[in-house]
């Protein structure tokens, strides 16, 4: 793969955490969104990880969520080879250890996050250190990503409908146990939309857990999920205390609808039969008066603008994290 590993990947986390930036993490079920990202973080010189669920690897594999990631992972491989910047592919909210062993041994991400927040925490920390070992034992370059309390929401296949904050020291035991190396923390995000609710985090809250990791010698970078609804005087709150990576979805997914949806509103005439006029769509309008304009209906037209409209969404975010102009591999 062209795209970067977990050793590139932590030197790009160890300099977020020493200047004080998040590399906004991009989830992705398929190209347009992908080819957007890129784009937007090549044009601000800013690294780019994007993301995928094992939901958003079952849509791109047809069923088959390893068939996704080999499928997603060559064409993120071609586009990133056209760039000058670091790009590299996190798994998100993994649960199933045996697909965790089939990435492993694929060796197609640059870091995993194993997500068992549900559980207990003994079994939390278990299944952690587990996925820790699996990629020790297979010396493979990619990194831990575990999670410690519960952040309100949906999210792929995980729903929480209370949130439970990270407690500090039990942060630092989870660290020191499972090995891990970056831990995701819940301090008041939300997963989805925010729905006309401004999200209460708890930037102290986040500062205490990394004073308390510090001090027990553990300068590890900490992750902020549900952030779509983080406004931008917020998340730059966050990234003084220790926040390095910043997960967006939800986001994407809106500004994916809403670019197609406000081309086809504005460009129904040359798509949809006006009224009165029957729809020969069955016939694909064989000799009748009105027939649908391709220059407006071909899928391409709405994949440039959707792409074009993520790529300016990213560019936006990169400067609000401090990411942009910042590229290791530029």
């Given at each position: 793969?062209?795209?970067?590993?977990?050793?590139?990947?932590?030197?790009?986390?160890?300099?977020?955490?020493?200047?004080g930036?998040?590399?906004?993490?991009?989830?992705?079920?398929?190209?347009?969104?992908?080819?957007?990202?890129?784009?937007?973080?090549?044009?601000v010189?800013?690294?780019?990880?994007?993301?995928?669920?094992?939901?958003?690897c079952?849509?791109?594999?047809?069923?088959?969520?390893?068939?996704?990631?080999?499928?997603?992972?060559?064409?993120?491989?071609?586009?990133?080879?056209?760039?000058?910047?670091?790009?590299?592919?996190?798994?998100d909210?993994q649960?199933?250890?045996?697909?965790?062993?089939?990435?492993?041994?694929?060796?197609?991400?640059?870091?995993?996050?194993?997500?068992?927040?549900?559980?207990?925490?003994?079994?939390?920390?278990?299944?952690?250190?587990?996925?820790?070992?699996?990629?020790?034992?297979?010396?493979?370059?990619?990194?831990?990503?575990?999670e410690?309390?519960?952040?309100?929401?949906?999210?792929?296949?995980?729903?929480?409908?209370?949130a439970?904050?990270?407690?500090p020291?039990?942060?630092?035991?989870?660290?020191?146990?499972?090995?891990?190396?970056?831990?995701?923390?819940?301090?008041?995000?939300?997963?989805?939309v925010?729905?006309?609710?401004?999200?209460?985090?708890?930037p102290?809250?986040?500062?205490?857990?990394?004073t308390?990791?510090?001090?027990?010698?553990?300068?590890?970078?900490?992750?902020?999920?549900?952030?779509?609804?983080?406004?931008?005087?917020?998340?730059?709150?966050?990234?003084?205390?220790?926040?390095?990576?910043?997960?967006?979805d939800?986001?994407?997914?809106?500004?994916?609808?809403?670019?197609?949806?406000?081309?086809?509103?504005?460009?129904?005439?040359?798509?949809?039969?006006?009224?009165?006029?029957?729809?020969?769509?069955?016939?694909?309008?064989?000799?009748?008066?009105?027939?649908?304009?391709?220059d407006?209906?071909d899928?391409?037209?709405?994949g440039?603008?959707?792409?074009?409209?993520?790529?300016?969404?990213?560019?936006?975010?990169?400067?609000?994290?401090?990411?942009?102009?910042?590229?290791?591999?530029?």
């Amino acid at each position: 793969m062209t795209f970067y590993g977990g050793t590139e990947l932590a030197s790009v986390y160890d300099d977020a955490l020493d200047s004080g930036f998040g590399l906004i993490a991009s989830n992705i079920a398929e190209p347009n969104t992908m080819i957007g990202l890129i784009q937007g973080a090549a044009s601000v010189d800013s690294d780019l990880l994007l993301q995928m669920s094992n939901g958003a690897c079952t849509f791109a594999g047809n069923g088959d969520p390893i068939a996704g990631l080999r499928v997603m992972g060559n064409y993120i491989e071609r586009i990133a080879a056209q760039y000058d910047i670091g790009v590299f592919l996190n798994m998100d909210h993994q649960t199933d250890l045996n697909t965790i062993q089939r990435q492993v041994e694929l060796e197609i991400p640059s870091s995993i996050m194993i997500d068992a927040s549900h559980e207990e925490f003994e079994e939390n920390v278990a299944r952690s250190k587990q996925v820790v070992e699996m990629i020790d034992d297979a010396d493979a370059d990619i990194l831990v990503e575990a999670e410690l309390g519960k952040i309100k929401g949906v999210e792929d296949e995980i729903v929480s409908e209370n949130a439970f904050y990270t407690d500090p020291e039990q942060a630092v035991e989870f660290v020191d146990r499972t090995g891990c190396d970056l831990l995701a923390i819940s301090v008041g995000t939300q997963h989805g939309v925010a729905k006309g609710k401004d999200l209460e985090l708890k930037p102290d809250l986040t500062e205490e857990i990394r004073t308390a990791l510090r001090d027990h010698g553990l300068d590890t970078p900490l992750v902020l999920h549900g952030s779509s609804g983080v406004q931008p005087d917020q998340l730059q709150e966050m990234l003084t205390h220790g926040i390095c990576k910043v997960n967006k979805d939800t986001r994407y997914q809106y500004e994916y609808t809403r670019t197609a949806f406000d081309l086809y509103r504005e460009e129904t005439d040359e798509i949809v039969p006006p009224e009165g006029v029957e729809d020969h769509r069955n016939t694909f309008f064989n000799d009748v008066e009105w027939a649908p304009n391709k220059d407006r209906f071909d899928p391409r037209v709405a994949g440039r603008q959707i792409r074009d409209r993520i790529a300016d969404v990213y560019a936006d975010l990169a400067e609000v994290s401090g990411s942009a102009g910042r590229s290791k591999f530029s």
